[in-house]
Every structure is written in C-alpha cells, then in structure tokens.
C-alpha cells in the first residue's frame, strides 16, 4: 500500500491521528503524520498521487480566486458575508477556531474575523512574528491593540490564539536599566539576561494577605513627611497642574531611598523622550539607578504601548515585594494613561461617557492601584508604595480622571500653581493635601514636631489672603503670620536635596519653637543651617539619640531649648 502523508498545523493527539487512520481505512504503518505551521490550521491528505487540502491556507487561497473572478455590485458587508461562507469547516481539524483574518489595522487597533474561543486579554501571533492583546469580543469580530509590529501588520494577515496572556521579565536584573513598556533595554546596556517572567496583569493581593500600613517611606521632603505622612504600601496621590514640581517632588523621593534598602521602579508615560533622558541622567549622577528601574512609553509611542507600560512596571516591582522588599513605584502619569486608554477604546468603537473616557476608565486604574500593599508576614512582608502622578488644568481637582484617582488612593499631595510661582517648593497646598494614614507612617519624634504645624501653617494662609489688601491688623495676628512665614521659609528646599527624618525633625523643632522670633523672614534659612551645624558638631548625640530612639527624650529636649535659649540671647 502507497504511503499516505498527513500534515496539519500543529500535532495532533492520538486520538485524532486514530480517527484519520481509522477513515483512511489504512494501516498505521503505512501513514506519516507532519506538521506545517504555515497551513494555519486544518489537513492535507497526500498519497503521492492525489491531495486532499482541507487546510485553512487552501480556502483561503480558493476564496480568494473565487472573489478575483466574480464582479461585485454589492456593499462590501455583503461581500465579507460571501467569502465567511466559503469557509467550510474540516472533520479532521478546527480551522476556524485555530486562526482568523484581520479585517482593519487603524493606529494600532486591529479587528479580526473569527477567533471565536479568544479570551479578553489573551495574546494573539499576528502574522508569525508580532503580537497583539485582545480587548473586545464583539459578535462580529475581535478587537485587538498591537503590542509589536505596528507599521508593518495589514489587513488580510493571519492572527492565532496563544493561549497566553501578557508576561514580561522581572527580577533584580533590571535594576540600573531603561526599557520599553515589554520589558526591552532601550539604554543601549546590552541584551537583559534574565529568565524571570511575570504576567503584566495579576490579581491584587487579598485583604487577609495584606497588614496595617506603620511603616514609614521619608521621601526627603519636610513638607511631606512632616505634614502628608507615606508609609510604605500606601497609595498616595501626587496633583496639579503642569509645571508645579510633582516629577521633581517623586524623584527626590526616589534619591531619598539610598541606602534604605528600598527598591525603586520610575515609569514614563506619555512623556518626551528628552523628558525621559534628563531623570535617567539625575538618577546616574546621585547614584539611585542602582536601585531603580525606568520604564519609558515616550510620547512617540503608540497608543497600546503607553497604556500596557504602568502594568509592565508593576509586575517588575511586585516580583521584588513578593519576595519580601520594599518598593516604591513612580506612575507619571496617569493623566496620558487615560488618554491612551480612550485613544484606544474609541478605535475599538466603544461607547464614550464623560469626557469621551469610556466607562471603564476608573477600573483601569484601580486594578493597577490595588496591587500595591503592605503585605503580611506570612507572605514575605515586603510593600509596594505607589505615587501616582495625575495633572490637572486650572487647579480644578474636580475633572474626570482626578476624582477618579482621588477616589482610589490613600490621600493626595495637592501642588499649587500660586504657591510655585511664589517661590514655595515643594508647592504642597496643605489645606488640600491629606494622607489618610496619618501619624501611623511617623515615629514618635516626628509626629511630636508635626503635630501643629498643619494648622499654624493653615492660619498662616487663610490670614495671609485676608490681610494681603492691607489695612492694620492686631498683635495675634501679626505673630501668626510672621510665625507662618517663617515656618513657610523653613520648609523650603531645593530640589534634588532630600532631608534625612533627624534633620527634618531637627529644623521643624528649632522654629517652631520660635528660635528666630526677631530674624527677618529672608534671614531664617541662613540662621536655620548655623543652628544645624552646631547642633552636628557641638551636640552630635541629639542626632544619635533621634536615629537610636526615634523620639525626642527629656534630655534631648533640654539640649535643643537651651541652644535656642543661648541664640535668641545672642540675637
């Protein structure tokens, strides 16, 4: 008997190769079974001198040479109808389940005919070598976002089901590196060698793997961690409109974490890659890249590339805090995550809502937020603190998108435009700025100094506003706004100067004690860092004593007033 050859798409089990021999009414022996991936999906039966071709490229090619002899007067939905029916399904093999058409390819959107087991997130091979997600299951076709290969996909290329969804590499191996929203180097470092992979998407952890967030994160700045406390798995939102310091405020807090043993994942969406280039340089210069990964999705990016990335750099910090670190991750921003997320359901032609944002927008981003916590012992106690970045116009924190957020996070650090171009930086409006947390994320110490300096400083601007117009004003009210002006000059700092808890505490101490009553307001910087030198090298163990305790002792507390007692003396 001839040799009968059988090639399909991919192997068939034995119970399938079986059934063929048993229809074939042949003998095992004499039947060879291969596979060509390059069939898409179905048979070819061959006994040397006759083929049967049951496979999807055949009827593809038949459909295609029955549309090129046929002159059509009809709407093109008509015409797709057609060419559907010539599809006929194989016994031997499931053609139209194994693979689809792609009807359109529209800024990185694709839809695809057929498809019918595809799964919302499921990544497709598009054409042998790119791949794409899957976001819709319509009726009709499946919606789908490009994650490689966007300008060379066309409609009429073939897309399969993997089965599979988004992964990405992770681990240490990433720290000190710059890559794209997948997980590619674009620093120009070398290939990343690392066999680690997570999925993009993965479900938060659960309420009873989580624990009460008392940690604290100090990110540097006296204004935060005095008045906006951060502990470590905590979410806190950073607002207001552009040009206001909100990257500046999370890079310093990114500096601050060296040598804490806190890791650090920065990811850029939507931003100018010279934007991009200038934090990577600062983070080199101070050191921070060594634990810090950067995620950048440039502004020249695609839609699908800039909403996949804030996921991408989640999965690479939860590896780390699920194996019991500390991470802090930096989402800026969120705003242009949106805005990708509405570029690409617009093109999937889903219904618009509120500022044209689909109504799923809120669920994007508390699915993203969620994943970071404080876990519990039992599973490792690492945490993931997010500071996600969201911009505002005209200081209106009632827009769509930022009360989504608002709704989402643990508080928010509110910075003001008026108070940027005053000269107040970080431009934390205290009034509007809340951590929900509290003094749970400050030690002793810290908490003693803070705990009336939100409201002097909240008197100070309410009363500044109301006797900015001029007119006399009484004795009270002239020391609360000469007290606020100096508690304002005191908690100005440059940027890229993160403050250690100790010094912090130290300078909050020395000012609100009234150490520099009868100093002029532009004199208080000045006086404040000749007080901290001579507390550093006359009184070295008030600081030890801080670090060691964590609260301000009886003795350390007499140190400090006497030191101001002997300078206001010398005033």
């Known amino acids: 008997m001839a040799e009968i050859i059988v090639t399909s798409a991919k192997p068939l089990d034995e119970k399938k190769r079986k059934r063929i021999i048993e229809q074939l009414r042949a003998d095992a022996s004499s039947v060879t079974f291969l596979v060509d991936e390059s069939l898409i999906g179905g048979i070819i039966i061959s006994d040397g001198t006759k083929v049967l071709d049951g496979s ?40 139209c389940i194994e693979a689809g058409l792609i009807r359109s390819v529209t800024d990185g959107v694709i839809f695809v005919d057929g498809l019918p087991d595809a799964k919302v997130g499921e990544l497709l091979l598009v054409d042998k070598k790119y791949f794409a997600m899957v976001m819709n299951l319509n009726e009709e076709a499946v919606g789908a976002i490009l994650l490689t290969g966007l300008t060379e996909v066309r409609a009429g290329d073939t897309a399969q089901c993997t089965d599979r969804i988004v992964t990405v590499p992770v681990g240490e191996n990433l720290l000190g590196r710059v890559v794209d929203s997948l997980g590619v180097p674009v620093d120009g470092l070398g290939e990343l060698v690392t066999d680690t992979f997570r999925r993009a998407e993965s479900p938060a952890p659960s309420i009873l793997d989580r624990t009460k967030v008392s940690e604290p994160l100090y990110t540097g700045s006296k204004t935060v961690d005095a008045i906006v406390p951060i502990g470590k798995g905590q979410r806190e939102l950073v607002i207001g409109d552009r040009q206001t310091g909100k990257t500046s ?69 939860e590896e780390l805090m699920y194996k019991g670190k500390d991470v802090l991750i930096v989402y800026d921003d969120l705003s242009k995550h949106a805005v990708a997320y509405r570029t690409i359901s617009l093109l999937l032609r889903r219904p618009a809502g509120r500022e044209a944002y689909p109504g ?46 608002i709704s989402i996070t643990d508080g928010q650090l509110f910075l003001e435009a008026e108070l940027f171009h005053a000269g107040v930086r970080p431009a934390v409006n205290v009034g509007l700025s809340v951590s929900r947390v509290g003094g749970s994320a400050q030690i002793p110490a810290m ?121 206001k003396d010398k005033q």
């Open 447 to 567: 908490r003693e100094v803070a705990k009336g300096l939100k409201l002097d400083l909240a008197r100070y601007r309410e009363m500044a506003i109301f006797t900015q117009f001029g007119g006399d004003v009484d004795d009270d009210t002239k020391a609360v706004l000469d007290k606020g002006a100096k508690l304002t000059e005191m908690l100005i700092q440059p940027q890229g100067k993160p403050y250690s808890p100790e010094e912090e505490i130290l300078e909050i101490y020395i000012t609100s004690h009234g150490a520099f009553a009868g100093v002029p307001v532009k004199e208080v910087r000045k006086e404040l860092d000749r007080l901290m030198l001579e507390v550093r090298t006359s009184h070295p163990e008030v600081v030890s004593a801080i670090t060691a305790e964590g609260k301000l002792s009886a003795e350390t507390k007499a140190i400090l007033d006497a030191m101001i007692e002997a300078y």
């Open 56 to 95: 999807v490229r055949g009827k593809l090619r038949e459909a295609s040479a029955a549309a090129k002899a046929r002159v059509y007067d009809k709407p093109l939905e008509h015409i797709l109808d057609e060419l559907k029916s010539e599809f006929v399904s194989f016994e031997g093999g499931n053609a």
């Open 360 to 405: 799923d927008v809120f669920y994007i981003h508390s699915r993203l937020l969620e994943r970071s916590a404080k876990l519990s012992k039992k599973m490792g106690g690492g945490s993931l603190t997010a500071l996600p970045i969201i911009e505002t116009l005209g200081s209106d924190i009632s827009q769509y998108i930022p009360t989504n957020v």
């Open 249 to 317: 405020i999370c890079i310093d807090a990114i500096l601050n974490q060296k040598g804490k043993d806190v890791y650090c994942v920065y990811v850029a969406i939507g931003q100018k890659s010279s934007t991009i280039s200038d934090v990577v340089k600062k983070l080199r210069d101070y050191g921070a890249m060594a634990y810090t990964t950067v995620v950048a999705a440039t502004a020249s990016d695609s839609a699908p590339l800039q909403y996949i990335a804030p996921y991408t750099a989640t999965a690479m910090a």
